[in-house]
């Protein structure tokens, strides 16, 4: 059971991408089925996207139900909040949605709760394969049996650095000693209110990256815990860094989000790091001179970070029954991963998954700030790991770590008493599960 368990935990921290065995389903269909009508399919679609997105989803649904004779796609908005919740809840009882767009790391949870459906016999491979890999990687969730699709990606999300063009003559650096000092010569303390020349929310969902490039590990490659031997020397080093920063009176580097937010949003920052779903939010902040580049990556070693990727996955109702219905399902997620739609969802500011789509091609209805900020995110995306959507891996490992990270920057425990305590709490509670 402890190597069954390892292989669950390499899954994630390791961003291991394997091809998953084929699996079926012969569960009855959902008490709200597929409605036949003048040989119709209807499937109800479930999301939680904010409202400028969900019209762009809108407006592509509208356009498959008419090209496509025989389905017709029905668009129903649940609160992001209990959206996974209400999705267990509803096919427990036997109903829900046909299917359902969700944030891939709940994907562990539903899989627990016998909500969903594997998705390589709706899905060819050679659509999966002309997908971001580390974002099909954040959709396939470990089992015992090995790693399996479990929904389609349709977009994803990572970080990058925003940054104010007004206050370059080109971009920033893209070494990270150089940015540092750069963005302390921009910084004003003695304004009222002061301008910071980086403002970092140093919460462990936007540092993690960095652990990877200071050679930090938590398992090795057989999914043994190392973080306490050779994880060791490189988490000190990136847990040191993260104080450097915490305590550098020229930076707004901390783990109050919210005052990082407010002076991002007083424009009272020129850089900050964020993921890519908040790309449209800083278009307001910076019109006209919005600039995105991927994370600068360590000075002397040239090791790049390597950030969370999360995919925004079209899942299948477990009950899904009905050839029809897999049909119709199969049908629309081939079509929001063709590269119309796919342009259309980078238009609204979700970042595309389909790698042939030609991101520099000519584009006259794509905002040139768009395009260019696509393919920061598509580079950086590229290094990045899956974001965990196990249970043991986001209830357990990641409050590990986080407790780790934030007792250090709470000047609680040295970076050397955190890392031997989180160590120590791995080995705790993996190695003794049952």
Avoid: K
């Avoid at 669950?8 to 409605?35: F, I, N, R, Y």
Wanted: include cysteine; charge should be negative.
């Amino acid at each position: 059971m402890l190597l069954q368990l390892r292989s669950l935990l390499l899954a994630w921290l390791m961003g291991v991408l394997l091809v998953a065995c084929s699996t079926g389903s012969t569960s009855p269909p959902p008490t709200s089925p597929a409605v036949a009508s003048n040989e119709r399919t209807v499937l109800i679609l479930w999301h939680a996207w904010p409202r400028a997105e969900a019209q762009v989803l809108a407006v592509l649904i509208e356009r498959f139900n008419r090209t496509t004779p025989g389905v017709q796609i029905v668009l129903q908005t649940r609160p992001a909040a209990t959206l996974r919740s209400d999705l267990a809840l509803a096919v427990a009882e036997g109903g829900g949605p046909h299917v359902a767009i969700v944030p891939s790391h709940t994907l562990g949870f539903l899989i627990d709760e016998a909500a969903l459906l594997p998705a390589e016999d709706l899905i060819p491979a050679r659509t999966v394969a002309q997908l971001l890999p580390v974002a099909v990687g954040a959709a396939r969730t470990a089992t015992v049996d090995g790693p399996v699709l479990y929904g389609v990606p349709i977009t994803f999300d990572t970080l990058a650095l925003y940054y104010n063009r007004a206050n370059f003559t080109g971009a920033p650096p893209s070494d990270l000693d150089p940015l540092l000092a750069t963005a302390r010569g921009l910084t004003v303390t003695s304004s009222n209110p002061p301008i910071w020349g980086l403002a970092y929310n140093l919460n462990l969902d936007r540092t993690l990256g960095y652990l990877y490039a200071f050679g930090g590990r938590v398992f090795d490659d057989e999914g043994a815990i190392v973080l306490g031997l050779d994880g060791r020397e490189g988490t000190e080093a990136w847990l040191n860094w993260l104080l450097q920063l915490r305590e550098d009176p020229r930076l707004l580097a901390r783990l109050d989000g919210v005052r990082v937010d407010n002076a991002v949003m007083a424009q009272q920052a020129v850089m900050t790091i964020d993921w890519a779903h908040a790309l449209p939010v800083y278009q307001t902040i910076w019109p006209g001179n919005l600039g995105v580049m991927p994370l600068p990556h360590l000075s002397g070693s040239n090791q790049q970070p390597q950030p969370l990727v999360q995919s925004d996955v079209l899942v299948f109702n477990a009950r899904l029954g009905e050839q029809a219905e897999r049909t119709a399902a199969s049908a629309l997620a081939t079509y929001l991963l063709d590269e119309v739609a796919q342009r259309e969802l980078l238009r609204a500011g979700r970042q595309p998954v389909l790698m042939s789509l030609d991101l520099e091609a000519e584009d006259t209805g794509l905002d040139p700030a768009l395009r260019d900020a696509a393919i920061a995110f598509r580079t950086q995306a590229q290094v990045g790991l899956p974001m965990p959507n196990g249970r043991i891996a986001n209830e357990v490992v990641w409050n590990i770590l986080l407790d780790m990270h934030s007792s250090v920057l709470r000047r609680l425990l040295t970076p050397e008493q955190a890392v031997e305590q989180a160590d120590g709490m791995l080995r705790n509670r993996l190695e003794t599960r049952p």
